[in-house]
């Protein structure tokens, strides 16, 4: 049977206070701080980070489906499964698959991954939900709304948590959405959307799961389920007999914030960290519908500890120092004009190098042995000519030779960073430097590589490697 | 292989006014510095058999022929970033040598303050052009680079490294702002500089140099002939040029704190002018300091101190006009302006006044100058190219 035999994710490190928000606009505020992505991350980079972190360890190459589930992909037209896969360096015999528009597009993925496996059709299938919803300046979402992402790997040999049951419905009821062209997600009157949609939804999937298995509310060590805000979420737990102090999990609104597609899945990781063998969980995900799930944890959870998962990344955070910065990071305003000339991109450069540049690939000389990076014809030590073997850099960690930090460089936030740093195992990386205390930065501080956006030179999204403060 | 150490002169040589020159456009620059070469040289224009042009950017040798409008003479242009008007003169040098033309011009200009903001245009660097691996890397920021490294091996504080580079450009402006043809003729004090806006940390706005309009030109021809032009004519002494091949940000032997390139091609102008101890020998030395940094290590680099001691040396006023070995008694590019493809030949047009007694404001005039050296580099720490110009009294 198909379980989860791994799991990550991704917290990006800035996080914005929640009183911050209501100093830019008045009013009041309900404490607590939520997640920020930096400027120059999106709900892709967010993906490949929890995908990453949730290979720790695996063979990438071991890897035959992943779906990426996010209501955010960074292209209209064009899968993003198959970029995340790129990033995350995975083989290229994969099936690939993006959920998206619903924030329930996470569990469908899973739901669709065991079905995958239980139908013999795959073996390992890496579930990445990842959200960055941009919610509207001054509304009730801004402080609500948290970017993150988390991801699981599906399977059937290694399981660390069985699926032993599940319920889905279907709800063609509408409580956000965003048509076309808006770029704020959309609402009607909360009294109403959360009453009949996701109270009594959920109410609804989580009572059909129970009575089909003849189970009860406290049968459960633990109960995961999606929460859009924090009353809302209290109320339902209640209504559905569950003991608020010792078996609901946190549903990360204070540290976080709601996190879309990603939320239900984070939550359900945060769990998992905690989980001990033999715990009963009910893992339920709202949106469009509602899906629940019964699972099981096994002894295979003890040989999952080591991954960054939700509770690292929680601690590794950097404060926003205010809001016009978060304005910066989301482009909300409408700023001076660049006299300077736009930068330029390049899809054939970009195309050609692709193993570089997507998958932090370099090279290793048969000759001399040296690591380098950029790929080159000839090497770069040796001077042989085309007698490499590639190599991944991109899970290398390093420390910096040397820095500098740019005040004047075309970049959404200064200073620019600029690193070169030597990598573990041989090889030294030159790049922007992110996720960085202009203050703390110093010669010999040990960084690590991150997958983040460049620019949207040419129309297009620009991804690369930058260096960073190695994280937790 | 034969030496060319003096048989190639220098007969004359023009220089424009560097600056923010809104009202001159490039054509302007280069009939300007042109025609004082000629009339230095005291020859026309119609003498000239052939020219080489230093300029950035993707033109041709039309760009001179057309101000000048020079009749069909085989006009070449040649780029090598920052180090462009090194190989201007070195390219006639050798047409000369080989005897294939008698009397040639080489010219260096840039117009570089049409473009609506300071700095390089993004696109004009040393660097192949890269989607991502280049975005959002620029001149100061690369060049501080080697700032750090440098704090860091020698373990300079960062307020002794900060005091050590601002010394360099106080002493740039001390020297440009009694140069007429200097862009920022003014003093700065050590706690302007210290204090100054950073640009790229650890390196200031007094650190970097400004990027300006500005021309030169050179009349060359055999030193067999020169004396039908003038007395007073100078000759090349040598030169050498090198390019790394410009993986120093990516490959891990490099160190950031020494110029490779600069020593190689050093390396090769000595030897060709036999100088063995360029402390004691060199009257006086231009040297290419884009940035603070960039004299700094170019002058260990050069071999005018040992490794590791420029602050030493700095400190006991080595290279200021009064000292052992003035360097950029110009004002550099720090304070007399860059103009990418003019300042190789802006550093030999120095060299060759003051050789000539002809320092304009003789508050700036060296006694008895023989023999001084123009450092011309371009690109960035880890990936040089370096031009090496020295030339003497004859």
């Known amino acids: ?472 | 292989m034969e030496s060319i150490k003096d048989k190639v002169a220098i007969v004359g040589m023009g220089c424009t006014r560097f600056g923010e020159l809104w009202d001159k456009d490039a054509d302007d620059l280069i009939v300007e510095a042109a025609y004082e070469a000629l009339e230095d040289a005291k020859v026309e224009l119609k003498d000239i058999q052939a020219a080489w042009v230093g300029t950035m950017g993707q033109v041709t040798g039309a760009t001179i022929a057309s101000p000048l409008q020079l009749q069909y003479i085989p006009v070449t242009r040649v780029e090598n970033a920052c180090a462009t008007a090194a190989e201007s003169i070195r390219a006639a040098a050798l047409a000369l040598a080989a005897k294939a033309y008698d009397l040639v011009l080489a010219i260096g200009f840039e117009k570089m303050k049409d473009h609506g903001y300071g700095g390089l245009h993004p696109k004009y660097s040393a660097e192949k052009w890269h989607p991502v691996y280049t975005a959002g890397g620029t001149a100061p920021g690369r060049y501080a680079l080697a700032a750090t490294r440098y704090f860091a091996k020698y373990g300079l504080s960062q307020e002794e490294g900060k005091r050590t580079l601002a010394k360099v450009s106080v002493k740039s402006h001390h020297n440009g702002a009694r140069n007429p043809k200097a862009w920022l003729r003014r003093e700065v004090t050590l706690d302007e500089v210290m204090n100054a806006p950073i640009v790229a940390w650890p390196l200031g706005l007094y650190d970097c140099c400004g990027v300006t309009d500005g021309a030169v030109a050179a009349i060359m021809c055999r030193t067999e002939d020169a004396k039908a032009f003038r007395d007073d004519y100078v000759t090349i002494k040598g030169f050498g040029i090198s390019i790394g091949p410009g993986w120093g940000k990516t490959k891990e032997d490099y160190d950031f704190t020494h110029w490779e390139e600069t020593e190689r091609a050093a390396r090769q102008a000595y030897e060709m002018a036999g100088i063995k101890h360029p402390l004691k020998e060199l009257d006086m030395a231009e040297v290419h300091d884009c940035f603070s940094i960039s004299e700094l290590i170019a002058i260990e680099s050069l071999g005018f101190c040992p490794k590791g001691k420029a602050k030493d040396y700095i400190d006991a006023g080595t290279f200021t006009q009064e000292g052992e070995l003035p360097v950029n008694l110009s004002g550099g590019l720090k304070s007399f302006g860059h103009p990418i493809g003019a300042s190789g030949i802006r550093e030999v047009y120095e060299i060759y006044k003051q050789i000539q007694g002809k320092a304009q404001d003789s508050s700036r005039q060296l006694k008895n100058v023989r023999l001084g050296l123009a450092h011309n580099q371009g690109g960035h720490p880890g990936r040089f190219q370096c031009g090496i110009t020295i030339i003497g009294a004859r």
């Open chain 1, 1 to 472: 049977m198909a379980g989860i035999t791994s799991y990550g994710a991704y917290i990006p490190i800035y996080r914005l206070k929640r009183e911050e928000i209501a100093r830019a606009w008045g009013g009041g505020t309900r404490g607590g701080e939520k997640a920020v992505a930096n400027w120059d991350e999106d709900s892709l980079t967010m993906g490949v980070e929890a995908a990453i972190n949730c290979l720790n360890a695996i063979d990438r190459g071991l890897i035959d489906s992943l779906y990426f589930a996010s209501t955010t992909p960074p292209y209209r037209e064009k899968q993003s499964a198959s970029i995340l896969a790129a990033g995350a360096d995975l083989r290229k015999e994969l099936i690939t698959a993006d959920f998206a528009d619903s924030i329930r597009a996470g569990a469908s993925a899973v739901r669709a991954a065991l079905d995958a496996i239980n139908a013999g059709s795959a073996n390992r299938v890496l579930v990445v939900a990842s959200d960055c919803r941009l919610p509207a300046p001054s509304s009730e979402f801004e402080s609500i709304f948290g970017d993150g992402a988390a991801a699981l790997l599906i399977g059937d040999s290694e399981v660390a948590v069985d699926v032993e049951d599940s319920y889905s419905l279907t709800s063609e009821f509408i409580d956000v959405w965003r048509r076309e062209h808006d770029r704020y997600s959309r609402t009607w009157e909360d009294r109403f959307v959360l009453t009949h949609g996701y109270h009594e939804t959920t109410v609804q999937v989580v009572n059909g799961l129970l009575q089909k298995g003849n189970l009860k509310p406290t049968d459960f060590t633990k109960v995961v389920i999606y929460a859009p805000n924090t009353r809302s979420h209290t109320a339902l737990v209640r209504a559905l007999g569950f003991d608020l102090k010792t078996q609901v999990q946190d549903p990360l609104l204070n540290t976080v914030g709601d996190t879309g597609a990603a939320g239900a899945m984070m939550m359900l990781v945060a769990a998992l960290e905690e989980a001990k063998p033999g715990d009963k969980i009910l893992w339920v995900s709202y949106g469009d519908g509602a899906d629940a799930f019964i699972l099981k944890v096994k002894d295979n959870i003890e040989k999952l500890r080591d991954r960054r998962g939700i509770k690292s990344h929680l601690t590794s955070k950097m404060a926003l120092p205010n809001y016009e910065t978060y304005l910066r990071f989301r482009n909300l305003m409408e700023w001076e004009p660049e006299r300077r000339p736009q930068e330029e991109g390049s899809l054939n450069v970009l195309w050609r190098e692709r193993r570089a540049i997507l998958s932090g690939r370099g090279q290793r000389c048969r000759r001399c042995g040296h690591v380098q990076f950029p790929m080159q014809r000839v090497c770069m030590w040796c001077q042989t000519k085309d007698e490499f073997d590639e190599v991944r850099l991109s899970d290398k960690k390093g420390t910096i030779f040397t820095f500098s930090m740019d005040e004047r460089a075309m970049v959404t936030v200064l200073p620019n960073v600029l690193v070169v740093a030597d990598l573990d195992g041989g090889g030294r990386f030159y790049s922007q430097m992110t996720d960085r205390d202009p203050e703390k930065i110093e010669v010999g501080m040990p960084v690590e590589l991150t997958f983040r956006k460049i620019n949207e030179a040419g129309g297009i999204h620009n991804y690369f490697w930058k260096c960073r403060p190695v994280r937790g």
